[in-house]
């Protein structure tokens, strides 16, 4: 008793000084230039910590630093400042190509030098740069005795935040950025990749990050064990379990704290590329961005194959028709996927692909001369499959091969298990091979677009050759899985995108792709044209077939929009609501809106155009009648007359978009055009219209004779995933397959058994209900669904029983709804029996974990 009192006492007196200004041994405070931004170093009993304030809001509390060894001691807890460096920065660098021509680079620094209190008397540095709009800091190990061959066991770097934000985020995988983004309170997220994105509670933002990730494994954050509003630096493993693998002089990437006052601040950031390495290339006059199509999104509909057969895509034939489309149309480049031997490998998962020998209907010479002859060249193709070994005893013919032949631009692809074995695809190894690729790219004078890559970190200034990437949910999702739901693109740009661009592959065009209807673009086409401002890549894509652009007055816009700019302004935003940003090249300016599930209507102030000029504005927005899910592609393409002076209101569709092109003109030019304000009218019309359009997302009303009925669980739904309560699987509403947690009733590591009493003895037509299955969330379909009947609720007849088998091939999220018509059977009560597997199957990766089962809407059908 007297040693509990003594500890609240301790605990008491702590908490004291801590709000009176607690005194550490040593403590050092670098500004922003600004002076808005605040970094205070301090060592208190050896232990170095850091904190960082925007004015007086608190962005970090004191969080650790430092680093836990293998077969030596830590570099951790005791630690004693030895001296400090300050200076400051200011200039202006121009960018090869980006959001914007030049960047100012404006920071003040505090280097601190560190060094052991007791023998050996290791030393290591901690860099501070502090930014106007954030912070970035790393460590540096130098050369020493004492301090050679290193192996990192854990980088102890915390970002102790001070509430529990609104965070956005994607869990910790170390092979894959491609989730879906969640949106939870901090003490709700366990571990995530960064970008990290959170929310205050006075409306600022916040994103961790890194910069400048070079010879050093991928960082993830994951939660401080018993403090739940911590998150702990978590570097991405080798096979052993070691971190880091190297030797001193040793210098980390930056970690990177990017700070807004409002949303579109993060977006208008360069912290990032300002802490990366200048330019390394002293030729940069072949780095082209360029839009292109592609032999690509054939593949992921089935209409083609990547492998030959009667249905290979990459065809010596359909890629001069693909050719010819691109030469009329003015697209530069056209991507040729599948051309060359060993794809079947890929499709076995043990990838073997020659990537010098073409398929017999694939000429890859004549296919580049032919492209020469139209003014459109090839970009090329290396799917890795993850087999990285393999890769790389090609790679200095493979591209030597594409340079030989003039082809200027590389797609490569890790789509796969990594192989060596227990490798990841973020880890150090991995972040080495990367670097390696771009280096050899550009000795060849080849631009890289990097698929299944580790994430951007503003490499692209030091190696502007690294031109574009994916690492996150692309377009093809849409293809083949539930899809990305509306929120997905007006996430993106406030968390993958602060690293750098990414091929999102915009500009699908047919929405009725899937004949069985399983699968589309949940946005309209306004939307999709909106993509080519708003989702940045200097390689964009025109995603869809040619066919389907054909005769197809908005792809006028696709052909006309740039991928270079000159300056960029962000005109409005909210993570994950909507964005509006304009951006300009030369004299023209363009605008792409775009929104989440719900209506929007923006009043944009056109005050960014020329204060001296007329402009024509080519506006292409969502009709009254557009409705993502019946009429997505309904289009109103007009011209109106404006000036610095006027206001353009955008009317967006639910999940609807706009784009707008701003293009100078003379008076004479100009006075045909009527004023914007007869287009402003008709956007205000158009917002009445849109109320009738179904929001994303929400259950869909259906008929059910069991509404109404009484039902009792013979076992006990999660919280987590509660459906609304214990009426939730016949209440009349079918759950969408987003945001499971709101619609769907889940049992964890138990079945779902369920008796619902219809009130008399009727005549039962059928009985169906639905599953959820998402893996990554450990939710799974049932192993056996089992229907019975009763009359008397004693002693029930099995009348439908199903199986499913649940394998590491199955899809990764789907819906199954299982449905048995019945003949001639009558009974007052239903009795659903699924088997949940229990536990997580041993290929998960949570394997050995309780597994959930998801379940819908149990729905009977009865004649009177």
Not at 144 to 162: G, V
Not at 572 to 581: H, Q, T
Not at 591 to 620: H, M
Not at 693 to 711: Q, W
Request: charged fraction near 20%; aromatic fraction near 10%.
């Amino acid at each position: 008793m007297k040693k509990h009192i003594l500890q609240i006492f301790i605990a008491a007196i702590f908490a004291m000084t801590a709000c009176t200004g607690y005194e550490y041994d040593a403590q050092h405070t670098v500004h922003s230039p600004d002076g808005n931004v605040k970094v205070q170093f301090m060592v208190d009993n050896g232990w170095a910590y850091y904190k960082v304030h925007y004015g007086s809001v608190a962005i970090i509390d004191a969080s650790r630093l430092g680093f836990e060894l293998k077969n030596q001691p830590d570099l951790l807890d005791s630690l004693q400042v030895i001296s400090t460096e300050e200076r400051n920065v200011d200039h202006t660098w121009q960018t090869v190509w980006g959001t914007q021509n030049s960047i100012r680079n404006h920071y003040r620094e505090l280097t601190v030098h560190l060094q052991e209190q007791s023998k050996p008397h290791r030393n290591m540095d901690i860099i501070f740069r502090i930014f106007n709009d954030g912070v970035g800091f790393r460590y540096s190990l130098p050369q020493q005795d004492y301090l050679q061959d290193i192996q990192i066991t854990s980088e102890i770097t915390e970002f102790d935040f001070n509430g529990n934000h609104l965070c956005w985020w994607i869990p910790n995988d170390y092979d894959s950025y491609e989730r879906l983004y969640r949106t939870t309170p901090l003490r709700e997220v366990p571990a995530a990749n960064t970008p990290f994105t959170l929310r205050l509670e006075n409306d600022m933002v916040v994103s961790i990050h890194e910069a400048d990730l070079t010879d050093y494994p991928g960082m993830t954050l994951k939660k401080a064990e018993q403090e739940p509003l911590k998150m702990v630096c978590d570097l991405v493993p080798w096979p052993d379990g070691i971190k880091v693998k190297g030797q001193t002089p040793l210098q980390t990437p930056w970690r990177t704290i990017q700070i807004g006052k409002q949303d579109g601040d993060l977006i208008a950031s360069n912290l990032i590329l300002n802490l990366n390495r200048p330019n390394q290339l002293e030729d940069v006059s072949w780095i082209k961005p360029m839009k292109y199509i592609g032999i690509w999104w054939g593949m992921h509909i089935n209409k083609y194959t990547w492998h030959a057969g009667p249905n290979h895509g990459a065809t010596t034939e359909r890629s001069k028709r693909y050719i010819d489309f691109a030469a009329r149309h003015d697209i530069p480049a056209v991507l040729v996927e599948g051309w060359n031997k060993g794809w079947e490998s890929w499709l076995s998962g043990k990838n073997v692909q020659n990537y010098t020998e073409s398929y017999p209907d694939f000429d890859l010479q004549e296919v580049v001369r032919y492209g020469k002859t139209k003014g459109v060249v090839l970009i090329g193709h290396h799917e890795t499959g993850g087999n990285v070994p393999h890769y790389e005893k090609q790679m200095k013919s493979s591209f030597e091969l594409y340079h030989d032949l003039g082809v200027p631009a590389v797609k490569t692809g890790y789509a796969g298990q990594m192989t060596p074995e227990g490798m990841h695809h973020h880890g150090q190894w991995m972040v080495t091979h990367y670097r390696e690729v771009v280096k050899l790219a550009a000795k060849n004078k080849i631009t890289i677009n990097a698929h299944e890559p580790i994430k951007p970190t503003g490499i692209r200034r030091t190696y502007p050759n690294m031109i574009t990437r994916e690492g996150a949910r692309g377009m093809e999702y849409n293809a083949w899985s539930p899809g990305n739901p509306p929120e997905h693109t007006v996430i993106l740009p406030f968390t993958r995108l602060l690293g750098g661009p990414m091929d999102y592959t915009p500009g699908i065009f047919k929405f009725d792709f899937d004949q069985e209807g399983l699968n589309r673009v949940w946005t309209t086409l306004a939307k999709q044209l909106a993509y080519y401002i708003v989702l940045y890549s200097p390689l964009q894509m025109a995603a869809d077939l040619p066919e389907n652009y054909e005769n197809q007055p908005a792809f006028q816009f696709i052909q006309e929009v740039p991928v270079d700019w000159d300056e960029s302004v962000v005109l409005k935003a909210r993570i994950g609501d909507y964005l509006s940003i304009a951006r300009r090249q030369g004299n023209q300016w363009y605008v792409g809106s775009i929104t989440d599930e719900q209506r929007r209507l923006f009043n944009i102030p056109l005050d960014f155009l020329d204060q001296n000029t007329v402009y024509k504005a080519t506006i292409y927005a969502d009709d009254a009648d557009t409705d993502w899910h019946q009429n997505p592609t309904a289009l109103d393409i007009s011209s109106y007359r404006v000036d610095h002076r006027d206001h353009l209101l955008a009317a967006l569709s639910p999940s609807g978009g706009q784009a707008v092109a701003f293009t100078p003109v003379s008076e004479e030019e100009a006075d045909p055009l009527l004023p914007i304000d007869s287009f402003n009218d008709q956007s205000r019309k158009k917002m009445d219209a849109f109320k009738k359009v179904r929001v994303y997302g929400e259950p869909v009303k259906v008929e059910n004779d069991a509404i109404g009925a009484a039902i009792e669980l013979k076992t006990a739904y999660g919280q987590k995933y509660n459906g609304g309560g214990e009426r939730a699987l016949i209440n009349g509403a079918q759950a969408p397959i987003r945001r499971p947690e709101r619609h769907w009733q889940g049992f964890l590591g138990q079945d779902l058994h369920a008796v619902i009493d219809l009130g008399d003895i009727k005549p039962v037509q059928s009985i169906s209900m639905r599953f959820l299955q998402d893996y990554y969330d450990s939710i799974f379909f049932p192993e056996e669904i089992t229907f019975s009947v009763s009359k008397q609720g004693r002693q029930f007849v099995v009348v439908a029983r199903f199986e499913n088998e649940i394998s590491e091939q199955g899809p990764q999220v789907d819906i199954r709804e299982i449905h048995k018509a019945l003949d001639s059977v009558s009974a007052r009560y239903i009795q659903v029996m699924a088997t949940n597997i229990q536990k997580c199957p041993s290929w998960h990766k949570n394997a050995g974990q309780k597994a959930w089962l998801l379940s819908d809407e149990i729905m009977i059908t009865t004649r009177p």
